[in-house]
């Protein structure tokens, strides 16, 4: 007698997540998660009142494992090896440049500035 097997189907869906640009993010940790948040400012034109311009901040946030964010790193390492093979070493953009030129505070070892920790 022989015997018939049956085919596991498994039916997925797939859910294409939006593109976000960021211009910023933080990057914290609690003992079993990293969390990476990921920001964008817009300004934005009220043309009801010219003299005020208000900015608009989106966040995304991605939270990962501790194993899942070592990953990352590597993942980022080795991609980021590949394109400066490919298209030269990246550098700030010029305008960055003269910008922190300009800004440039004297350093001062009384003044300590570090990003807030809130889980870790």
């Not at 910023?24 to 817009?42: C, E, G, N, S, W």
């Amino acid at each position: 007698m022989t015997e018939i097997k049956k085919e596991n189907k498994i039916n997925f869906d797939i859910v294409n997540g939006t593109e976000f640009f960021s211009d910023d993010f933080a990057i914290t940790h609690t003992p079993v998660r990293f969390y990476l948040d990921f920001k964008r400012a817009v300004p934005r034109l009220d043309i009801r009142n010219r003299d005020f311009q208000p900015m608009v901040i989106s966040h995304n946030v991605v939270i990962l494992d501790p194993f899942m964010a070592k990953n990352l790193i590597e993942l980022l390492q080795q991609n980021l090896q590949k394109y400066e093979k490919q298209f030269g070493k990246i550098k700030p953009p010029k305008a960055l440049e003269k910008a922190n030129k300009k800004n440039k505070k004297p350093k001062d070892d009384t003044t300590k500035e570090e990003s807030p920790v809130y889980f870790g």
